[in-house]
C-alpha cells in the first residue's frame, strides 16, 4: 500500500503564475488536509477536504487559493498569479476515518513551492 | 487561539543521553496531541497519539504524557541515538466548527552525534 504521494516534489514559478499540487491520499482514504510550512515557521492548516466537499478552509487564504478533491483522482491546491511569499512547502495529510483528529493523520513528502 | 510552544527549539546531545522535549498549549479543551518527526526535506511521521482522556502513550524508546489541565506534553527519548536526530513535532488538535484542526509548534530540531 502505497503512501501518501504528492506531485511534483519541486516546482519552481515565476511570479504571476499559477501553481498546481497534487496530493493521493493512501487507498481506501478519503479525508484529506493540505498544510503549509513557511520557512522558519511551523506547519500551518490550510483546508479539509473530503470527496467533492470542502469541510473546512478557514486556513486558506480568501484570494488566488483554491483547493479540490474530485470523485475521482487526486486532491488539487491551486495557487493563482503567485507571489515570492507563496514560497513554502507544501503538504498534504490522509486519514480513513472522519473525524480526522481520533487517528493518526498520513502525511506526503511535501512539494517545496519556489517562487522567482 | 490556540498557541502551542516547543522548547527547546534546538538540541545537541551525544549518544546515549535520555532526552525530554516539552510542548505547551494555550487551550486546555483539546481533543487529542500528537508527536511527530520530520526529517530535513521529507514528510512528517507520527511517533504517538494522546486522546484528550489519556495521560501518556509509549512506543520503543519514546514516552509521551499529556497534563491537560496545566496545558503541556513531554515526549521523553531513552537512550538517543545518532538516527533519532530529526526535528520533532508537537501537535494539537481541538474542535472548531465541527471540524478537527491541528495547531503545530515549530518543533524541536534534535541533534544526536555519535
Known amino acids: 500500500n502505497a503512501g501518501v504521494m504528492q506531485n511534483p516534489r519541486h516546482l519552481v514559478r515565476r511570479r504571476g503564475q499559477e501553481a498546481r499540487l497534487r496530493c493521493s491520499p493512501m487507498?481506501?482514504?478519503?479525508?484529506v488536509y493540505w498544510y503549509r510550512q513557511l520557512p522558519e515557521e511551523g506547519l500551518k492548516f490550510m483546508v479539509y477536504?473530503?470527496?467533492?466537499?470542502?469541510?473546512?478552509e478557514s486556513g486558506m487564504p480568501k484570494e488566488r487559493f483554491s483547493a479540490e478533491f474530485p470523485k475521482e483522482g487526486p486532491s488539487i491546491l491551486r495557487i493563482q498569479q503567485v507571489v515570492r511569499g507563496d514560497s513554502a512547502a507544501y503538504f498534504c495529510?490522509?486519514?480513513?476515518?472522519?473525524?480526522?483528529?481520533?487517528?493518526?493523520?498520513?502525511f506526503g513528502p511535501g512539494t517545496r513551492l519556489l517562487v522567482l | 487561539k490556540q498557541e502551542v510552544t516547543q522548547i527547546p527549539a534546538a538540541l545537541s546531545v551525544p549518544e546515549g543521553e535520555n532526552l525530554v522535549l516539552n510542548c505547551s498549549f494555550t487551550?486546555?479543551?483539546?481533543?487529542?496531541l500528537q508527536w511527530f518527526r520530520q526529517d530535513p526535506g521529507k514528510g512528517l511521521t507520527s511517533l504517538l497519539l494522546?486522546?484528550?482522556?489519556?495521560r501518556e502513550q509509549t512506543s520503543g524508546r519514546l514516552n509521551a504524557s499529556l497534563d491537560k489541565s496545566s496545558g503541556r506534553s513531554t515526549l521523553y527519548i531513552a537512550a538517543s541515538q545518532p538516527g533519532d536526530s530529526a526535528t520533532y513535532l508537537c501537535?494539537?488538535?481541538?474542535?472548531?466548527?465541527?471540524?478537527?484542526?491541528?495547531?503545530f509548534g515549530r518543533g524541536t530540531s534534535l541533534i544526536v552525534h555519535p
Open positions: 501537535a494539537v488538535t481541538h474542535v472548531s466548527g465541527g471540524s478537527y484542526i491541528p495547531t
Open positions: 487551550d486546555s479543551a483539546i481533543y487529542n
Open positions: 494522546i486522546q484528550s482522556s489519556q
Open positions: 495529510a490522509s486519514s480513513l476515518f472522519e473525524p480526522l483528529g481520533q487517528e493518526t493523520q498520513y
Open positions: 487507498k481506501g482514504h478519503s479525508h
Open positions: 477536504l473530503q470527496k467533492e466537499n470542502i469541510i473546512d
